[in-house]
């Protein structure tokens, strides 16, 4: 089973290379985010709670965010592997998440990391919410809280896979095929 993290700042294109890499090599793409938007669009008791964390450009609490993605790997039992996206945010939901697959005898391959520039990533942030009609895109305030809740609480995640030798970083910049390029070539 193929388990890949993909990993980096918001507006890194995360979602943008997760559909070729799902695609490409058969996988699952779990995004905390989709699943954090579909609640929230649904109403549910864990959107709200979602909606309050994310409108402040906070991370949502870990057990609620592992207990959600735990659900979300077991309705999926027949995936050749997933693409974890935006997951894990912190060394604790990197460890849980270790923990979790290797209950299920599985582990995670490698972190992919996409390395962009602060400027570049607030300038598509900010493109995508005219295209997306994301709130949280669209406030530079909560763009730059959520940058800096980025380098402060999930940048060190790298470092946890680092020590693993799991960890590959990629240069997030360029046209969309040449990041695709990048990024099968770090797969092998």
């Known amino acids: 089973m193929r388990n890949l993290v993909l990993f980096g700042p918001p507006g890194a294109g995360k979602g943008t290379q997760s559909e070729f890499l799902v695609n490409h090599y058969n996988l699952v793409h779990l995004s905390t985010g989709d699943v954090f938007r579909y609640n929230i669009k649904s109403g549910t008791e864990l959107g709200h709670l979602a909606q309050s964390y994310m409108d402040q450009g906070k991370l949502v609490p870990d057990e609620v965010t592992i207990s959600m ?9 027949e995936a050749e592997g997933f693409i974890f996206d935006g997951f894990p ?13 290797m209950s299920r ?33 669209a406030d530079e305030a909560v763009i730059q809280n959520r940058i800096n809740v980025y380098h402060a609480e999930t940048a060190p995640v790298a470092d946890f896979y680092k020590a693993l030798g799991k960890f590959k ?19 092998g």
Do not use: C, P
């Open 69 to 77: 993605l735990k659900a979300e790997v077991e309705k999926h039992s």
């Open 105 to 137: 005898g599985h582990s995670i391959e490698s972190m992919l990391s996409l390395e962009v520039e602060e400027s570049e990533l607030k300038k598509r942030l900010l493109a995508r919410s005219v295209t997306s009609g994301r709130a949280d895109d």
């Open 169 to 187: 970083s990629i240069d997030g910049l360029g046209s969309v095929e040449e990041i695709t390029t990048r990024l099968v070539q770090a797969i």
């Open 89 to 101: 945010r912190t060394t604790a939901q990197a460890e849980a998440l270790d923990a979790f697959l």
